[in-house]
T-cell receptor, first 111, second 114 residues
Framework: KQEVTQIPAALSVPEGENLVLNCSFT??????LQWFRQDPGKGLTSLLL?????REQTSGRLNASLDKSSGRSTLYIAASQPGDSATYLC??????????FGKGNQVVVIP | DTGVSQNPRHKITKRGQNVTFRCDPI?????LYWYRQTLGQGPEFLTY????????KSRLLSDRFSAERPKGSFSTLEIQRTEQGDSAMYLC????????????FGPGTRLTVT
C-alpha cells in the first residue's frame, strides 16, 4: 500500500521568505505526482503535476521537483505572500488509478 | 469551462437517515472519482468510474454506500443509514483517460451526521 508523508505538518513564515514543502512516498512505481492547494472548508485546486519521467515543473512562483527513485518531491514557493496561506497536499498516482494523499502541509504566511 | 460541481455543498442529517450527493464532472471527462476527507487528513479514495462503469471500489466503501453514474455523465453517491462516523467532506474529481490523467476536484459536499 502506498504511504505518503508530508513534512512539516505545519509551518509559519514571514512574508517574503521562500517556502519549502516536502513529500515522501513509499512505492516508487508511480505514474505522476500532483501538488494541490486547499483553503479551509474548500475543495482542492491543482497546482502542479509532474509525470514520473520528469524531474521538475514550474508555474509562476511555484516549482516542484521529483526524485522518483528515492520517493521524494519538494514544492518550492518563492517570495511567499499572505495569500499563500493554505494547506498544501501532495498526491501520487499509481497503477490502480487512485490518488494516494499525504495529510498536508498547513502553511501560514505572516504579513 | 465550468469545472467540477457538487451539490449540495453542505448537508446536515440525523443518524439513520439516507443522504444522496451529486457530482457533475467537466463535460468531456470520462473518468469520475469519489474521495472522502476527514478533518486533518488527506482525501481517501472511495471509488471511480470510467464512463458508466464502476471500475474500482475501496474497502472504505461499506455496504451502506452506493455510487452510480448511469449515463456516463453526472454521478450520485448515496449513504444509507448514516452514522456519525460518516461525517466528512465528500470530494468528487474528474479526468480524461489520456495524457496526464490530471484529476480536477470539485468544491466538495460537507456532511454532518448528528
Amino acid at each position: 500500500k502506498q504511504e505518503v508523508t508530508q513534512i512539516p505538518a505545519a509551518l509559519s513564515v514571514p512574508e517574503g521568505e521562500n517556502l519549502v514543502l516536502n513529500c515522501s512516498f513509499t512505492d516508487s512505481a508511480i505514474y505522476n505526482l500532483q501538488w494541490f492547494r486547499q483553503d479551509p472548508g474548500k475543495g482542492l485546486t491543482s497546482l502542479l503535476l509532474i509525470q514520473s519521467s520528469q524531474r521538475e515543473q514550474t508555474s509562476g512562483r511555484l516549482n516542484a521537483s521529483l526524485d522518483k527513485s528515492s520517493g521524494r518531491s519538494t514544492l518550492y514557493i518563492a517570495a511567499s505572500q499572505p495569500g499563500d496561506s493554505a494547506t498544501y497536499l501532495c498526491a501520487v498516482r499509481g497503477g490502480n488509478n487512485r490518488l494516494a494523499f499525504g495529510k498536508g502541509n498547513q502553511v501560514v504566511v505572516i504579513p | 469551462d465550468t469545472g467540477v460541481s457538487q451539490n449540495p455543498r453542505h448537508k446536515i442529517t440525523k443518524r439513520g437517515q439516507n443522504v444522496t450527493f451529486r457530482c457533475d464532472p467537466i463535460s468531456e471527462h470520462n473518468r469520475l472519482y469519489w474521495y472522502r476527507q476527514t478533518l486533518g487528513q488527506g482525501p481517501e479514495f472511495l471509488t471511480y468510474f470510467q464512463n458508466e462503469a464502476q471500475l474500482e471500489k475501496s474497502r472504505l466503501l461499506s455496504d451502506r454506500f452506493s455510487a452510480e453514474r448511469p449515463k456516463g455523465s453526472f454521478s450520485t453517491l448515496e449513504i444509507q443509514r448514516t452514522e456519525q462516523g460518516d461525517s466528512a467532506m465528500y470530494l468528487c474529481a474528474s479526468s480524461l483517460v489520456q495524457g496526464s490523467y490530471e484529476q480536477y476536484f470539485g468544491p466538495g459536499t460537507r456532511l454532518t451526521v448528528t
